[in-house]
């Protein structure tokens, strides 16, 4: 069985703070994949990235980082300089590769104070 | 994302009556999804598709049911038998191997 946990429920930082989410998984697939998705107020699912397991290079997109370790089995997210538009609820999740669905974290509040 | 819609934003149902919620993509996606979200919880799948007139279950089902008569929809109904329907649903669709796409979901409130 597939299993993502993440164990910060809730974090609150000031503007322009660094702030890092943490995302560990559990698979027995050789093949998989990672994803993050930002959850605004709205509802609505905002796709961040995909990751597959064959590809551990960490990933910069403007002020989002990713940092994807098998040893480790984490694909932690990093926000640099942190604005008050990041605060969301963010999710990690994890898919075997078919299309059988993904299995989600819990997610974690992010709270940017100005 | 864009190609998914999901309708009403808003369902208000009185409690012991079945309630069916739409999805439809015109993403032209093989695989279609359904999620239940609970507050300060992740998203769970109720049931997925993977081809027309085909369907699996989920890791809770119970309580649910869908069909898949044509590619672009996915209905889900909740039936009275689910005991805690009150959720935010979310249906997703993909191509295999590729992520899903959401859609901006349905908030079901049971009276």
């Known amino acids: 069985a597939q299993k993502v946990t993440q164990a910060q429920t809730e974090i609150s930082v000031v503007e322009k703070e660094d702030v890092t989410l943490d995302c560990v998984y559990e698979?027995?697939?050789?093949?998989?994949?990672l994803f993050w998705y930002k959850q605004p107020p709205s509802g609505e699912l905002v796709f961040l990235i995909r990751r597959n397991s064959f590809d551990e290079q960490n990933e910069i997109s403007g002020r989002y980082s990713w940092n994807f370790q098998k040893s480790t089995s984490s694909f932690n997210f990093t926000i640099t300089a942190s604005q008050v538009v990041d605060s969301a609820v963010y999710f990690c999740a994890l898919s075997g590769g078919g299309a059988d669905g993904l299995t989600f974290g819990k997610g974690t509040h992010l709270i940017i104070q100005p | 994302d864009g190609g998914i819609t999901q309708s009403p934003k808003y369902l208000f149902r009185k409690e012991g009556q079945n309630v069916t919620l739409s999805c439809e993509q015109n993403l032209n996606h093989d695989a279609m999804y359904w999620y239940r979200q609970d507050p300060g919880q992740g998203l769970r799948l109720i049931y997925y598709s993977q081809i027309v007139n085909d369907f699996q279950k989920g890791d809770i089902a119970e309580g649910y049911s869908v069909s898949r008569e044509k590619k672009e929809s996915f209905p889900l109904t909740v039936t009275s038998a689910q005991k805690n329907p009150t959720a935010f649903y979310l249906c997703?669709?993909?191509?295999?191997?590729?992520?899903?796409?959401f859609g901006p979901g349905t908030r079901l409130t049971v009276l």
């Open positions: 698979t027995r697939d050789t093949t998989y994949y």
């Open positions: 997703a669709s993909s191509i295999r191997g590729h992520r899903p796409f």
